[in-house]
T-cell receptor
Framework: DTAVSQTPKYLVTQMGNDKSIKCEQN?????MYWYKQDSKKFLKIMFS???????INETVPNRFSPKSPDKAHLNLHINSLELGDSAVYFC???????????FGPGTRLTVT | SQQGEEDPQALSIQEGENATMNCSYK?????LQWYRQNSGRGLVHLIL?????REKHSGRLRVTLDTSKKSSSLLITASRAADTASYFC????????FGTGTRLTIIP
């Protein structure tokens, strides 16, 4: 059983397009995250939701808009894609105050 | 920023040898965690050490924490080819912040 799943795994698109990445967790966790990992493997938190409520919103362009329809799902919509958005985007969830993270397999976004 | 910084950035050792990676951070923490990332995969949690603990073991992994020096180390004993991966520390205060990672290569 997949604990944290993301779709799609790969996404190739042109500059200016709008795209969405979906994430689902079946762990019963209350908190979900989006991370961006750049080409140097640096992992940066973008957003965090707790029970459908936004609790962390790091310095991210407002072209990025997360949506949490319920506590098991956290989607990421990106408008007007730019070359610099090319990266691997990871979804993660956590169920307790230790913040131990359970990661999805990642979505490799390539903007051409 | 309380982001962890890891040292070395890359490490290559022979199979069977021990591998040590270090993590330094800047602020007080509740706990510190280590994760592994295999190529093309998501991160996997390895071990968590709380701020009041000094050492923790899990299988071939040994983690130490020195809060006075704001540093932690991850030791992998008797390395195997399957240990080849990137290893990240993550420090937790009000949120979790990842370090820059160490790329470990085990040479068969």
């Amino acid at each position: 059983d997949t604990a944290v799943s993301q779709t799609p795994k790969y996404l190739v698109t042109q500059m200016g397009n709008d795209k969405s990445i979906k994430c689902e967790q079946n762990l019963g966790h209350d908190t979900m995250y989006w991370y961006k990992q750049d080409s140097k493997k640096f992992l940066k938190i973008m957003f965090s939701y707790n029970n459908k409520e936004l609790i962390i919103n790091e310095t991210v362009p407002n072209r990025f808009s997360p949506k949490s329809p319920d506590k098991a799902h956290l989607n990421l919509h990106i408008n007007s894609l730019e070359l610099g958005d090319s990266a691997v985007y990871f979804c993660a969830s956590t169920g307790d105050r230790t913040y131990e993270q359970y990661f999805g397999p990642g979505t490799r976004l390539t903007v051409t | 920023s309380q982001q962890g910084e890891e040292d070395p950035q890359a490490l290559s050792i022979q199979e069977g040898e021990n591998a040590t990676m270090n993590c330094s951070y800047k602020t007080s923490i509740n706990n510190l965690q280590w994760y592994r990332q295999n190529s093309g995969r998501g991160l996997v949690h390895l071990i968590l050490i709380r701020s009041n603990e000094r050492e923790k073991h899990s299988g071939r992994l040994r983690v130490t924490l020195d809060t006075s020096k704001k540093s932690s180390s991850l030791l992998i004993t008797a390395s195997r080819a399957a240990d080849t991966a990137s290893y990240f520390c993550a420090v937790v205060n009000e949120k979790l912040t990842f370090g820059t990672g160490t790329r470990l290569t085990i040479i068969p």
